[in-house]
C-alpha cells in the first residue's frame, strides 16, 4: 500500500510539473509581448532630433518615438520607460537586454540584421553635410574630403556614414568621431572638423537651430556598393522575441495606413517622396533575405 502511494504521488509530482513546464514554455513565448502588457516597456533612444529625443520639458518626442507610443498603445503597452544611450551602443543594448527596443530610425543594414530583428520600415531617408556658414571650404559631397586631404570631416560613433566614408575611399586619418549630434556645431565652430555628415534630417535640424551652420548645397549623395545611400529606419529588439514583432508590425501597419503616420513624418522634417520610399521598402529585401 505504502508503496503504491508513493507512486501515486510520484505520478502526481510529474503531472504537475509537467503543467508548470507547459505554463513556463507558453510565457517563454509569449516573451516580451507578455511582459510588456503586464509590466512596462524599456524604450533606448539616442537624443538625435528628430528621430527620438527628449524636449525640454523631459518629453519624448520625434518620428521613431511619436509612431512607436501610437503602435505600443494599440498592443494594449502603456507603461514605457526611455532610456537615453549614445547611438553606438542602441543595438549592444538591445542584444544585451538592458533595453527592450530601440526606438531611433535606424538603417535597416545586413549587418545589423544580423544581430537583432528589425519591424517594418517606419521612415526613410537621405543623407547631407554640415558646415559653417557660408561654406567657406566650398564642400559639396564627400569626394571633396578624398580630393583634399586637409579636410576633416565629423561622423558619430557607430553611425552608417562611417561605412559610407570608407566607400568613398576617404582616409581614417580625416575622420573625427564624435559622441553625437550635438557635438557637431561645437565642433565646427571650433575647427576641429570642416563638415559633419549626417542624415539629411539630422543635418536640416542642427542648421535650423543654429546661426553658425548651413546645409552643403548642392550636395552629391555619396554611394554605397553602387546605390545611392538612402536610409530605411525601423525599430529594433531581440530576435528571440518573435511574438512581439509579429504584434508590433500588425499594429505598425494599420498606423502607416492612416493620416497620423503621414502627418508625423512630415511633421518632422520628410518630404512626400521619403514617405513614398518608406512605404514601397520591405524589411526582409534591406536585411538581404529576399
Not at 498592443?75 to 543595438?91: A, D, E
Not at 543654429?210 to 554611394?223: K, N
Not at 520628410?270 to 533575405?289: E, P
Request: some cysteine; overall charge positive.
Amino acid at each position: 500500500m505504502i508503496q503504491r502511494r508513493n507512486l501515486f504521488r510520484l505520478i502526481a509530482g510529474v503531472a504537475f510539473g509537467s503543467v508548470l513546464g507547459l505554463a513556463a514554455t507558453s510565457a517563454s513565448a509569449a516573451g516580451l509581448l507578455h511582459k510588456a502588457r503586464s509590466e512596462g516597456i524599456t524604450v533606448g533612444i539616442a537624443n538625435e532630433i528628430p528621430y527620438g529625443f527628449q524636449d525640454a520639458g523631459g518629453n519624448v518626442e520625434g518620428i521613431s518615438p511619436s509612431v512607436l507610443k501610437k503602435v505600443l498603445n494599440n498592443m494594449g503597452i502603456t507603461k514605457i520607460k526611455w532610456k537615453v544611450l549614445p547611438f553606438g551602443q542602441l543595438i549592444p543594448a538591445v542584444k544585451a537586454g538592458r533595453i527592450d527596443l530601440a526606438s531611433a530610425s535606424q538603417n535597416i543594414l545586413p549587418a545589423r540584421c544580423r544581430q537583432v530583428a528589425f519591424s517594418r520600415v517606419n521612415s526613410s531617408y537621405g543623407e547631407g553635410l554640415l558646415v559653417l556658414k557660408g561654406n567657406p571650404r566650398k564642400i559639396h559631397s564627400y569626394a571633396d574630403f578624398k580630393n583634399n586631404s586637409k579636410l576633416k570631416l565629423g561622423v558619430v560613433t557607430g553611425a552608417d556614414e562611417l561605412n559610407f566614408t570608407q566607400a568613398a575611399g576617404i582616409p581614417q586619418s580625416q575622420i573625427v568621431l564624435i559622441r553625437a549630434n550635438s557635438d557637431a556645431v561645437p565642433a565646427l565652430q571650433s575647427h576641429r572638423i570642416d563638415a559633419y555628415a549626417a542624415t539629411g534630417l539630422s543635418v536640416y535640424e542642427l542648421a535650423k537651430k543654429s546661426a553658425a551652420v548651413e546645409r552643403a548645397h548642392p550636395f552629391t549623395q555619396p554611394t554605397f556598393h553602387g546605390k545611392s545611400t538612402r536610409g530605411y529606419g525601423g525599430f529594433t529588439m531581440r530576435k528571440s522575441d518573435k511574438a512581439f514583432l509579429k504584434a508590433l508590425n500588425h499594429e505598425l501597419i494599420k498606423v502607416e495606413s492612416t493620416p497620423f503616420w503621414v502627418n508625423t513624418l512630415e511633421h518632422y522634417g520628410l518630404s512626400k517622396g521619403d514617405v513614398q520610399a518608406a512605404r514601397k521598402a520591405r524589411t526582409a529585401k534591406l536585411c538581404g533575405l529576399g
